[in-house]
């Protein structure tokens, strides 16, 4: 694609909505479902009054009109990626909202060592209504009311009083949220009054990457962007939906992946989904999938093993599988996790669209509780797009001749590969070898072929209790009482009923230094782990990696980063994406 036309086809797809980077779009399209519940205030704003503006275009606004006057302190984020920060390092003072919204939480990390102790936790966290972020066999991370945590403490074991630290570092939580949004210069375009000066312009030349993983994207900018992705690649590229969401939302998704054209009797097309964004807040998985579908797209014609990866698979990318729930975490909670449909408390909303699959649902335990973070709902599929999503699925795999060989689920944050099952510990997948196998190789690569971080490799059931640590064999292991259920997941459903082969959950970057708020630095380092991971899959897939091929042959492939990095258009790629940024640049000041 040469530049000019790139420039023109952005400008034709990407200014009018870059205008509106921060969501003011237009797209939202009541559902018949949506008379029947309570409007939020944003809709409502949206619908009555278009001058008021709606708490993210404040909340940028406010961000500008302080960078503008140039009052901030520098101060520089401690991140694991120093070298990668550019100019997210003015520290600013989060606005009154936010500190009113998240300005009393703190998020508190408790040590598990005993089954006493898993019990008393998952009793508190159900009994406080406590918004579990994260937990592990060692952890469990919980947000809570600083006025709250005595309540909590009184209702746990003495031993767990003192077992517990903060997380997010030095930064308190409302400004963790603030630090997450765009940086300014990208929220630029609002400030209509205002010149553009170079002076806040990014400086990214030492930042590998498009423009478009230097922040998280709202759903108004990356529904264009796919859009831009399938007009920019005909050959390989189409944006279809995999659905509608109950606010009547598209469930956008890229298919990649190059048909034979010869064959009359073409075989099933065999597919990989990734998927991301079923937690509304866990935005690293959306930009993931992004991520690694541009550089599959990016890379398709140029670098050999992403060509025969794209002849004889097709992928399918879903970045956000809960539309409603990410718009929300934009423009009202950045911490929202469920979708966004009505439940039968008023103000309760939203289904855990990850409890949501029929297959082993769980809901009995939960259906008492609608304002749980890990509602189920009332029924299994009662979650809209967990329903939608896989008649979807199942549609292509029963009338569109499609065969789903893969299936990574994404979302954050501990950094483990899970494979099925989801909803028991005691029951093992039929073909745990195999499952087992293939993730630790995916988290080798992820480790070795760019030094990404360590993932941990276990079943998604452990990934989700606490185990007892007291035995080293892991048959004798206790597992101690949940914190959550985990049955009616998407990992289990893929598995179990759609037979996917090759099934995980994958929890991304980090390990609960900043959780879900992680900084925008990991953006492209992440997508780069997973985009290891996937070229590893494909390789195992196409036999060329794995125990069954060792035992055929002896010759080995280059290492993965060498494909890719060594891949001769780099350079002009990297040139070429200097010319993109200041032309990104400029369409956002339009
Ligand atoms: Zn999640």
Partial sequence: ?????????????????????????????????????????????????????????????????????????????????????????????????????????????????????????AEAADILFLDVWEF??????????????????????????????????????????????????????????????????????????????????????????????????????????????????????????????????????????????????????????????????????????ITKLLENYDFVFVPTLNPDGYVYSWETDRLWRKNRQPTSLRFCHGIDLDRSYPYKWEGESTRSNPCSESYSGDTPFDGVEAQRFAEWAKNETDNNNVDFVGFLDLHSYSQQILYPYSYSCYDEPPTIEDLEELALGLAKAIRISRKGRPYKVTSACEGNVAMSKDSKDKKERLVLPRIESSGGSALDWFYHELRVKYAFQIKLRDTGSYGFLLPRENIIPTGEELLDAILYLGRFMLGEVGFAADKHTTKTEPPLKEAVEHNEDTEVWERDRDQDQSQFELRRRR
Wanted: proline content about 7%; overall charge neutral; cysteine-free.
């Fill in 1 to 121: 694609m040469h530049q000019s036309s790139f420039a023109v086809l952005s400008l034709l797809l990407l200014a009018p909505s870059l205008i509106t980077a921060a969501p003011h779009d237009t797209s939202y399209t009541s559902s018949p479902h949506a008379r029947h519940h309570e409007p939020s205030a944003n809709v409502r704003g949206r619908v009555d009054n278009f001058d008021t503006p709606r708490p993210w275009r404040r909340l940028s606004d406010a961000i500008i009109g302080r960078i503008w006057g140039l009052a901030g302190k520098q101060k520089s984020l401690d991140t694991t990626n120093r070298a990668n920060t550019n100019t997210h390092t003015i520290e600013e003072q989060p606005e009154p909202k936010l500190l009113a919204q998240y300005g009393d939480d703190v998020v508190l990390r408790f040590n598990i060592s005993t089954t006493d102790e898993a019990s008393a936790l």
């Fill in 136 to 305: 592990n066999e060692d952890w469990v991370d919980i947000r809570i009311a600083k006025d709250v945590v005595p309540s909590l403490l009184g209702l746990l074991p003495p031993t767990l009083e003192k077992s517990h630290v903060a997380l997010m570092q030095d930064l308190d939580l409302a400004q963790a949220i603030l630090n997450s949004y765009p940086s300014p210069s990208a929220t630029q375009l609002h400030d209509q009054d205002r010149s553009y000066s170079p002076t806040l312009k990014p400086s990214t030349p030492s930042v590998k990457g498009h423009p478009f993983f230097q922040d998280y994207q709202p759903l108004s900018v990356i529904d264009p962007w796919m859009k831009l992705m399938a007009s920019m690649f005909t050959t390989h590229v189409r944006k279809i939906n995999v659905g509608i969401s109950y606010e009547g939302r598209d469930i956008p998704a890229l298919r990649v992946g190059v048909h034979a054209t010869n064959s009359n009797q073409p075989s099933r097309r065999q597919t990989v989904l990734v998927t991301g964004g079923s937690h509304a807040r866990e935005w690293i998985s959306t930009t993931t999938v992004n991520y690694v579908a541009w550089s599959l797209i990016n890379s398709y014609g140029k670098v050999h093993t």
